[in-house]
């Protein structure tokens, strides 16, 4: 049966077309200057190759509850649409796809890791070990 529609590389080249990606450097200079990273790994990638410091830990599962500006459920750091918000999954795949999605709903400047937490851990940027039972929020 031949595919429908578009397919995932097609939904992801389109997703990726939307978004300002930024690599692990240009990253660690906008969190600095008050962006919000965001981790959407899983808590058995947190805990086998550790986190990044400051960055806000919201499972993929209830990424947009957590960041969507009219949710009654989003994390207080995502009180301003304008900010801007850096997606980080483990390689820069999904992150991609649920960048694009924030965007829809709301926050213009979504945008995500380019190479994830894989990429930023290459750069030498700073990692530490995962927080334990509370990261699994």
């Given at each position: 049966m031949a595919p429908v529609g578009p397919n995932l590389d097609d939904v992801l080249a389109e997703s990726?077309?939307?978004?300002?990606?930024v690599g692990p450097e240009e990253a660690a200079t906008l969190v600095a200057a008050g962006a919000l990273l965001v981790d959407t790994r899983p808590i058995e990638q947190r805990r086998r190759d550790g986190e990044v410091p400051g960055a806000v830990v919201i499972d993929r599962n209830v990424l947009e509850w957590g960041l969507d500006p009219s949710s009654d459920h989003r994390i207080p750091e995502?009180?301003?649409p304008d900010r801007i918000v850096i997606l980080m999954c483990n390689a820069g795949y999904s992150s991609s796809l649920a960048a694009a999605t924030l965007q829809d709903i709301?926050?213009?400047r979504a945008t995500d890791l380019d190479g994830g937490f894989q990429a930023w851990a290459a750069a030498g940027l700073p990692v530490?070990?995962?927080?334990?039972?509370a990261a699994e929020s």
């Open positions: 990726r077309r939307r978004l300002d990606r995502a009180g301003d709301g926050l213009p530490v070990p995962a927080r334990g039972p």
